[in-house]
Antibody, heavy 124, light 109 residues
Framework: EVQLVESGGGLVQPGGSLRLSCAAS????????MSWVRQAPGKGLEWVAN????????YYVDSVKGRFTISRDNAKNSLYLQMNSLRAEDTAVYYC?????????????????WGQGTTVTVSS | DIQMTQSPSTLSASVGDRVTITCRAS??????LAWYQQKPGKAPKLLIY???SLESGVPSRFSGSGSGTEFTLTISSLQPDDFATYYC???????????FGGGTKVEIK
């Protein structure tokens, strides 16, 4: 069964750090781009970051650039999101997801596999 | 950055109704648009990709159309399981960024 399982969420003070993990199973993890998507309480979905199969390319939404770092360990079938300088507006459920790209990242076919999400709360 | 505007934000409908949700992009995105369904407390589910291609396992009552800047998701005959929030998502191959629309909540009338 294709599965993504997030962990690492919790309560953190403003300015603090947190590292999220996503364990992948049931597919060849190293063959796929991976993403993080978040959803603030009662709000819509927001794409956060993407990482290429070998980790050589990374892309971020402007609001997290310089604060968040996406990474992966293909040997462990794991995706990570290091979050630094956290703000109250980073409070959200964070999902890892599998986006489908083709043709040298020119074509996009949606995010076909999602985890159940992990909750991050930034509050004093 | 490309902005995605969904309308309506809320839609009240009855079982059996034909429902249409619109997503407009602030500039052309070709056909790199996806639609998702999300139920409370659950992860989103991919319904449509490349504007009009039905994801495997998704009922045929769901369909997508459009290109350029205007896209629609249609549910031909609304079923009880379809009451949920729907999101469009665009991909910009120049900036390599993804953007979701604000969402449309489909409620029971």
């Amino acid at each position: 069964e294709v599965q993504l399982v997030e962990s690492g969420g919790g309560l953190v003070q403003p300015g603090g750090s947190l590292r999220l993990s996503c364990a992948a199973s049931g597919f060849t993890f190293s063959s796929y781009w991976m993403s993080w998507v978040r959803q603030a309480p009662g709000k819509g979905l927001e794409w956060v970051a993407n990482i290429k199969q070998d980790g050589s390319e990374k892309y971020y939404v402007d609001s997290v650039k310089g604060r968040f770092t996406i990474s992966r360990d293909n040997a462990k079938n794991s995706l990570y999101l290091q979050m630094n300088s956290l703000r109250a507006e980073d409070t959200a459920v964070y999902y890892c997801a599998r986006p489908i790209f083709a043709a040298q990242y020119q074509d996009y076919y949606g995010m076909d596999v999602w985890g159940q999400g992990t909750t991050v709360t930034v509050s004093s | 950055d490309i902005q995605m505007t969904q309308s309506p934000s809320t839609l009240s409908a009855s079982v059996g109704d034909r429902v249409t949700i619109t997503c407009r992009a602030s500039q052309s995105i070709s056909s790199w648009l996806a639609w998702y369904q999300q139920k409370p407390g659950k992860a989103p589910k991919l319904l449509i990709y490349k504007a009009s291609s039905l994801e495997s396992g998704v009922p045929s009552r769901f369909s997508g159309s459009g290109s350029g800047t205007e896209f629609t998701l249609t549910i031909s005959s609304l079923q009880p399981d379809d009451f949920a929030t729907y999101y469009c998502q665009q991909y910009n191959s120049y900036s390599r960024a993804l953007t979701f629309g604000g969402g449309t909540k489909v409620e029971i009338k």
